[in-house]
C-alpha cells in the first residue's frame, strides 16, 4: 500500500457529513407531514428526494436548463437528468392554483436563483394556511452549477428576516455542521481544486500536515460550542404559512 492511500485512510471523519446530516434531517421532516398531503419539490433538479415522498402526493418542479456540464467555472455534475418533471417554469412563477400545497420543499436552491426572496414570497401564495416549508440551503459555497449561482449563501438571520416579511413562523433552524467541519471539507477538497487551478498535487509530507490538521479540526469540533454562529455548512429551516 502506498503511504498516500494510508493517510487517506487514517484521516478522521470530520468534514464528511454534510449531505448525510441534511438528508438525514430531511427524511425525518417529510415523514412528519401527513400522508396523501400534497407536496411541491420547487427546484427539484434531478428529483433524488422522491423517494421520501412516497406517503405524498409528489409534484415536482424545476426550469430545466442546467445540463451538467454548465460554462465549466468552478464545480460541476458533469452529467444531470432532470427525468420527467411534473412543472418546467421559473421558481418564482409557478403556474399552480394559490393554497394548492399543504407542503412545499426546496433543497439546496437558493443560492442558484438571482431572487431568491421572490421564491420565497411565491412558496407563501402556494401554500394553504398552515403549510410547511422545508428549506436548506448553504451558509457558504463554492461556485457550482454555474451560470446558474447566484449566491454565496445564506445566513439564519436572512432566513429569519425572509419568512418573517412573507407570512411564515418558523418552528426549526438548524445550522449543519460547525467551523471546524466546514474547514476539514473544504481540505479535502484540496486535491481535487490544486490538480485543476494549480495543476499539481500535495506531496507526501504535504498529506501528512493535511492529516494533522484534520486531527485538530476533529477534536476542535468535539469540544465546539456554538462556532456555527461563525460559520457552518448551511442551515435547515421547518416553517410553517400563518
Known sequence: MKLKDLLRMLKPSVGMDNEAVREMWLEKALLAIAEGSRILDAGAGTQRYRGYCSHLRYVSQDFGQYDGPGDGVGLHSGHFDYGDLDIVSDIVEIPEETDSFDAVMCVE??????????????????????????????FCSLTHMAPYHFCSGFSRY?????????????????????????????????????????????????????????????????????????????????????
Open 109 to 138: 436552491v437558493l443560492e442558484h436563483l438571482p431572487n431568491p426572496d421572490k421564491a420565497i414570497k411565491e412558496f407563501g401564495r402556494l401554500l394553504r394556511p398552515g403549510g410547511t416549508l422545508l428549506i436548506t440551503a448553504p
Open 158 to 242: 436572512w432566513f429569519e428576516r425572509q419568512l418573517n416579511d412573507y407570512g411564515f413562523q418558523i418552528s426549526e433552524i438548524n445550522p449543519n455542521g460547525n467551523y471546524f467541519e466546514y474547514l476539514g471539507q473544504e481540505i479535502y477538497r484540496i486535491l481535487t481544486i490544486s490538480r485543476r487551478y494549480s495543476h499539481d498535487k500535495p506531496r507526501i509530507w504535504e498529506w501528512m500536515s493535511m492529516m494533522i490538521v484534520q486531527r485538530m479540526l476533529a477534536r476542535f469540533s468535539a469540544r465546539d460550542q456554538g462556532s456555527s454562529d461563525v460559520l457552518c455548512y448551511g442551515y435547515h429551516v421547518l416553517a410553517v404559512k400563518s
